[in-house]
């Protein structure tokens, strides 16, 4: 596809269940971000991704929370044992090579986490 | 540490009123600055940037000047149109980092 695709759009789970997050970032990106959106908060930095190296996990809220990425493409955040304040907007965006260099990022629509 | 602030919102105009957006930054060294927008269904979007002290980034009628003296980047522009109506985020890019820090955004409102 042409933009940075996330599923799934939606989910509802019970406390204490794993989910599994998706992104596809558009072809050819080599870095790739997760961010974390609450309401009221800001964009929150979860974990960036070189590749298929992440050579900065400094925003991963707890040892629950934890990302891949394979083949340098798509990339897969998932967390265990949820807890309603991990409810939130999961944004997954990435760039040509490392944001550093221009800033500009191109983001997916965001996986919205309800977690009752 | 970095950090950026924005004003609250939701900022609410009449079509062709004049619009700012305020954001201030904490930063070491010398960041880059954005302004970012998320219209309705949509994905963030990067809308501009300036990458050093007195820079003016602008695009679509919008203008942000880096302010180091004030440490701000405000966004302002002089005309806004019911499809402005978006959320807005200021974000800057620490010297020698990967990483975009965010502000909390700003819900824009226009009405006809």
């Not at chain 1, 799934?8 to 269940?17: D, L, W």
């Not at chain 1, 961010?35 to 298929?52: A, K, P, T, V």
């Not at chain 1, 907007?89 to 990022?105: F, K």
Request: glycine content about 10%; some cysteine.
């Amino acid at each position: 596809g042409a933009g940075v695709s996330q599923s799934p759009s939606n989910k509802v789970t019970e406390k204490g269940k794993d989910v599994e997050l998706r992104c596809d970032p558009i072809s050819g990106h080599t870095a790739l971000y997760w961010y974390r959106q609450s309401l009221g908060q800001g964009l929150e930095f979860l974990i960036y991704f070189q590749g298929n190296s992440a050579p900065d996990k400094s925003g991963l809220p707890s040892d629950r929370f934890s990302a891949e990425r394979t083949g340098g493409s798509v990339s897969t955040l998932t967390i265990q044992r949820t807890q309603q304040e991990d409810s939130a907007v999961y944004l997954c965006a990435s760039s040509l090579v490392s944001g550093a260099d221009t800033g500009e990022l191109f983001f997916g629509e965001g996986s919205r986490l309800t977690v009752l | 540490g970095n950090s950026v602030t924005q004003m609250e919102g939701p900022v609410t105009l009449s079509e062709e009123a004049f619009l700012t957006i305020n954001c201030t930054y904490t930063a070491t060294g010398y960041p880059s600055l954005f302004w970012y927008v998320q219209y309705p269904g949509e994905g963030l979007q990067l809308l501009l940037k300036a990458t050093k002290a007195d820079d003016k980034g602008s695009n679509k009628g919008f203008e942000a000047t880096y302010r180091k003296e004030t440490t701000s980047f405000h966004l302002e522009k002089g005309s806004v149109q019911v499809s402005d109506s978006a959320v807005y985020f200021c974000a800057l890019l620490a010297y020698n980092t990967d990483k975009l820090i965010f502000g909390t955004g700003t819900r824009l409102q226009v009405f006809p």
